[in-house]
Structure formats: C-alpha cells, structure tokens
C-alpha cells in the first residue's frame, strides 16, 4: 500500500476511535462504592448514632428532673435533630436480608413508621379504652383490636406491640413531645397528671427501644458486627447473593426508587392527599402531624437520594452516570434540583397545605415523580442496572 493511502487509513481509524495507542477509557466502580461508603454512609451513621443517643439522654434527664420547660424543648431539638439522618439512610438501606442475619428494612416498622396514633398510646397509658390496628394498612386505625391492660411500659413492653397498633418508635416519642395543644398542657401531663409517671415510662421505653433498634441496623453495617459495608464496597465471591461491583449499584438504583415513587410520593405526600381513599384527604396522615415537620423530612429524604447519587468526593454514582451518558447524569439531576424545590415551595404544616394550597403539594409529588421516572428508566438502563422491588419485613 502507498505511504500516503496508508496514513489516510490511519486517520480514519483514529477518527472513528478504531485505533488505539492505549487502553480504553474505564471508570473505576470499585472506587466508586468505596467512597460512598466512607464519606457517605458512614458519616451519617455515625451521626445518626449520636443523634439517637442524645434523645435518650434528654428524655431519661426530662423525665428523672423536674420536668422543665427548658428540658421539654432540649427533648424537642434532639428529636428534631434526630430526623436528617434517620431520614437519609432510607436511600441505602437496602433489605439485607439474608446476609448477615438481619433485614435493614425492619427499620421502617420498628423505628420510623408514621404517623403513631396518639389514641393508641393514650390507651396504654391511662389503662382505658380499646387498642386500633391499621389492618388493611391504609395508615387508618380499623376497627377496636383488644383492650388496653395494665403491663408495665418498658421496652420489653413496647417490642411486642404489633407494628400495627402505630404506637412505638420515633414516631411514638413525638407524639409524646409533641402531642399536646400547647406547652402547658403537655408539662402539666407530666409533672402533675394523673398518669405521669406511666407517661414518662412510655417516652424513655420508646426512645431507648428505638434507639436500640437503631444501633442493631448500625451494627449490621459495622465491622464489629455483620460488616455489611465491606459486602457493599468489595463484593465477593464469598457472599451468597452479593457477589459484584453490579450487585451494589443494583441495590442503589433500586432503593433510589423506592424512596421517590413509594416512600414519598405515593405514602409520605400520596397518603394525606387521600390518595388511596378514594382522594378524599386525610391531613393527619403527614409524617409529623405533631411536630408539623413533615416537610422537613421530605427534605431530608431528597437529601439521601443526593447523598448516594452525588454526595462523595472523587468518583461516585453521578460521576459513574456521566461517564456512561452525560445526558442521563444531568436529567437526574435536574429533576433531584426540582423535587427539591418544589418540596420547598410547601407551606407548613403539610397538613394546612393539603386542604389550603394542593396546587403546592400535588407541584411536588409531580416533581418527585419525574425524579422517580428519571431514575427508574435512564438511570436504570445506562448503568445497565437490574432494579428488584423492595420487600418490606413486618416480622
């Protein structure tokens, strides 16, 4: 072949990427998960241990001091402070189960299930009046399911109350800081009422039973423990069902749709619109019908679904999408961006905003959707993902 037809050959090539001096472009996945676990996951599981202890601490000093206005609001903030990181790591609790031995998604029942229902727990603590189940789980109490008894309230105690019955978790313990009209009331039930003490034993069995339940899904996680973060950063051969790098950005496409679609648009912002009663709205199905913070928890679980996407330094899952189809990166993006600003545009409470501004909360829900949609279709087919639906573990 003539020199000059030989070099016009080389350019071709070169131009249509079929001539390489050196390796293709790769992405180190490897990497990618290893640095979602380190700068991601475990620093909000360590501040979710610290959180969860704090709130401990200050019911167990509410209830053994003089049960103070101060003190109230010192239970208060640390439930409040709890909610970030109880609400991000819905973006990466994955059901675990059966590795190790436990299923990170008995969470959702035993810790973060809401609303309580404040009948319920009023019942156990006045001795009087009839148990409600959500039976048909609606998030409405059916029909009475037993009567109320006069076991003593520890953790123990709370354990064997059937997720159900709405009456344990952080859910229980707002309703019990947070319950009352005003704060008079509330400290007047604890300092003077007729079953303050019960109530006191109800708030520190359900925040110790809580926070024990916690610290069993951070042991899960933890070297000392099932050392589920080593599984998720370097899967191996040796895990029965874990055995790749594909495995764990699976698991992460698929709990990023659970939140969006499930989690939030059809329970957190579906539930009080009256979505599943024939549209009908019941505002007190808002997560927080107490504290009113439900849209600070929306917000906080936008926030999770950024973590794992994008929130590590180096590579992450949104460095991964770009690397794959820079268009797909930047509609996940864009619609995360908008979720979370319409999610911000709701006028609190959340439950004044779905009788007086649903324009607003049905603007989110959209917004969430599209997000949902982004993730379940582009997201999932660029990172040649195999989303798996989320079973949810009532035991």
């Keep these: ?56 601490g200050v019911t167990s000093s509410f209830c053994e001091g003089d049960k103070t206005s101060d003190q109230l609001e010192s239970a208060r903030q640390a439930w409040k402070e709890l909610q970030p990181p ?39 603590i006045t001795r009087e009046g009839t148990y409600r189940e959500d039976r048909n789980g609606d998030g409405e109490p059916d029909e009475p399911f037993a009567d109320s008894d006069d076991a003593t309230i520890d953790t123990d105690w709370i354990a064997g109350q059937d997720y159900r019955r709405h009456a344990k978790g952080f859910a229980a313990v707002e309703y019990l800081l947070f ?11 604890y300092q003077s009422g007729e079953h303050a003490s019960r109530r006191c034993d109800y708030l520190t069995a359900a925040a110790e039973h809580a926070t024990g339940a916690t610290d069993d899904y951070l042991e899960a996680w933890s070297s000392d423990g099932g050392d589920f973060m080593s599984v998720f950063m370097q899967p191996t051969s040796d895990d029965m069902d874990w055995t790749t790098v594909q495995d764990s950005i699976n698991a992460m496409v698929s709990q990023m749709v659970f939140v969006s679609k499930d989690v939030l648009s059809k329970r957190e912002l579906g539930g009080p619109m009256g979505q599943h009663a024939n ?10 019908p107490y504290a009113n913070y439900s849209v600070e928890m929306l917000k906080a679980n936008l ?26 990166h930047q509609r996940v993006k864009t ?19 779905v009788e007086n501004s649903p324009d607003k909360v049905e603007s989110a829900q959209q917004a969430i959707d599209q997000l949902a949609s982004a993730i379940e279709s582009d997201l999932k087919t660029t990172l040649g993902a195999t989303t798996t639906k989320v079973v949810v573990d009532n035991d």
Aim: with cysteine; net charge positive; hydrophobic share 35%.
């Design 179 to 189: 319950g009352s009209p005003d704060d008079t009331e509330t400290l007047a039930l």
């Design 86 to 124: 109880l609400k991000q790591i819905r973006a990466w609790s994955f059901n675990m189960s059966p590795y190790r031995g436990s299923s990170f998604d008995v969470l959702f029942y035993k810790v973060d299930d809401t609303p309580a229902f404040g009948d319920n727990i009023e019942a156990a």
């Design 335 to 353: 619609r995360l961006s908008k979720a979370k600003s319409a999610v911000d545009a709701i006028p609190k409470p959340l439950s004044e905003a």
């Design 1 to 56: 072949m003539p020199r000059s037809r030989y070099s016009v050959l080389v350019v071709l090539l070169a131009s249509f990427g079929l001539f390489s001096c050196g390796p293709p472009d790769t992405f180190n996945r490897k990497q990618m998960l290893r640095n979602t676990g380190q700068q991601v996951i475990q620093p909000t599981h360590d501040s979710l241990d610290s959180k969860s202890s704090a709130l401990v």
């Design 279 to 288: 549209n009908a709205k019941i505002p007190n199905r808002e997560a927080s």
């Design 303 to 328: 926030e999770g679904l950024e973590k794992i996407y994008s929130g590590a330094d180096g590579k992450n899952l949104a460095d991964f999408t770009k690397f794959r189809k820079g268009s797909v």
